[in-house]
């Protein structure tokens, strides 16, 4: 059974500091997305990472994927407080996004 | 182009009563899935269909659930004799057949609570 681990399962930084949430799983797979969810809010997507040594970047946030360590990073830099959430990653072993299985989440929290 | 669409958006149900959630998936989208979230947890795979067809139920509790996406109308999925353990929110996300990067887009969600 595919497991998929975050951490830290909770973050509080402080303005203007970098830091990585990790996104580590159990089986082989070449498909990874991150997902950012506000408090009572959908998903929305933020990368779609599909093969080994894929590096997408938007504004502040990257995301990197290592297939053969198995492993999924999302690095902030310099957070401010909008960049406060719950930050999934989700693995999808079909190949096809046909059954995604999510990961604990990380929630975020930027403090002034 | 409107995005997924879920209703309601909050329910109330007593223990023992059905829940009906609605999913209507976002304009040339013909995959739906189904994905349940517990409170401070991550979203759960229920149920993978297509226009009139099942296919892949792995995530779906045995009994009193089921997921149907007729030809015409919304998917929907439906809960019979609700339990506590339902409370939940429940999300519906959709994707194009022709998408390559089979990205999922998820609606806002029906929050389940069972009184």
């Known amino acids: 059974e595919l497991k998929v681990e975050q951490n830290p399962l909770f973050l509080s930084m402080q303005e203007g500091k970098n830091y990585t949430i990790y996104c580590n799983y159990s089986?082989?797979?070449?498909?990874l997305y991150w997902y950012r969810q506000d408090p009572g809010k959908s998903l929305e997507s933020l990368f779609v990472?599909?093969?080994?040594?894929a590096v997408k970047q938007e504004g502040r946030l990257m995301a990197s994927l290592d297939t053969k360590a198995r492993l999924s990073t999302l690095h902030i830099t310099a957070a401010v407080h909008d960049l406060s959430a719950t930050y999934f990653c989700?693995?999808?072993?079909?190949?096809?996004?046909?059954?995604?299985?999510f990961g604990t989440g990380t929630r975020l929290q930027v403090t002034l | 182009n409107a995005g997924v669409m879920q209703n309601p958006r909050h329910l109330v149900r007593r223990r023992g009563q059905e829940a009906r959630l609605r999913c209507s998936p976002m304009?040339?989208?013909?995959?739906v899935y189904w994905y349940r979230q517990l409170p401070e947890e991550g979203l759960k795979f229920m149920v993978y269909?297509?226009?009139?067809?099942?296919?892949?139920e792995s995530g779906m509790p045995k009994e009193r659930f089921s997921a149907e996406f007729p030809k015409e109308g919304p998917s929907i999925l439906r809960i019979q004799q609700v339990v506590r353990g339902d409370s939940a929110a429940y999300f519906c996300?959709?994707?194009?057949?022709?998408?390559?990067?089979?990205?999922?887009?998820f609606g806002p969600g029906t929050r389940l609570t069972v009184t």
């Open positions: 996300a959709s994707s194009p057949a022709w998408d390559r990067v089979y990205e999922q887009y």
């Open positions: 990472l599909l093969s080994n040594g």
């Open positions: 304009k040339g989208h013909s995959h």
């Open positions: 089986t082989t797979s070449d498909r």
């Open positions: 269909l297509q226009k009139e067809n099942i296919i892949d």
């Open positions: 989700a693995v999808d072993l079909s190949g096809t996004a046909s059954k995604l299985t």
